[in-house]
């Protein structure tokens, strides 16, 4: 086993991602932090470095296959061969079906189902020659159907079922895939589905707790803590999972 294994975090510069990178680099990971924008992974970088964790901003559009290719070489190169892979990055277009453009409908599903195929073929090669490997993929529950997003509940769905044919084809290489499907986590995305829908923040909160069993939103940190072991070498028998961190039950 290498001292250090490496992980690589897409969409790490802020969010969901910039948590999981953070959470990641004090399990003990070498972390690629990695976003469309270089510089802005900086500040997640230098959190993790003040914190003597080691990590490397790289800047990847993951739905560019030249792109993905590039970063993936470089951080086996920088940091060390990347046998955790985090599949994060994300982005909206909501509308109605009848409103919704072609261009909204691919925008969602290169980032988000490309992305992560691109990403995952990229890095996959690393962990089946280290004979160990983790693949975690964010979905959502929006997988189960939201109004206004008929393309981002299908990218999620549709992840689900590309994390349950990782586990089928590469378990037998030491590698385990499993999916994230988060509720109402405080971030940039639903601040901004908040304004799309003209509602102060603060109330979208307040409404959305009222509605989940535990009585509050998400934090980043919640769904980190479901990285992290997902991750860990403790986690080597749970494969093609996916698990609702949602504060409440979905199947
Ligand atoms: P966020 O704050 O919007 O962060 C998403 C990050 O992904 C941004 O830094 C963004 O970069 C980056 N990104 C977008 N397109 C990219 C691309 N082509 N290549 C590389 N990076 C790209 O979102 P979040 O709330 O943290 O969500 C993280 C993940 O969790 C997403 O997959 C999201 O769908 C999922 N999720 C979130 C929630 C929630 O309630 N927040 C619930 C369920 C699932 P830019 O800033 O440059 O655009």
Redesign the pocket.
Known sequence: MPETRTAIV??S?????AAIAERLASDGYAVAV????EG?CLSVVERITAGGGTALAVG????DEQSVGAAVERVATELGAPTVLVN????LRDNLIFKMSVDDWDTVMN??LR?SFLMTRAAQKYMTEAKFGRIVN?S???AQGNRGQVNYSAAKAGLQGFTKTLAIELGKFGVTANAIA????V????KATAERVGIDFKEFQQLAAKEIPVQRVGR?ADIANAASFFCSEAAGFVSGQVLYVAGGPYD
Do not use: E
């Open positions: 897409t969409g510069a802020r969010g969901i991602g990695l976003d469309l924008d802005a990847c559009d993951v739905s994060n990055a994300g982005v980032v988000h992305g964010l959502s529950t929006s988060p509720g109402f986590i971030t940039d995305m639903t980043p």
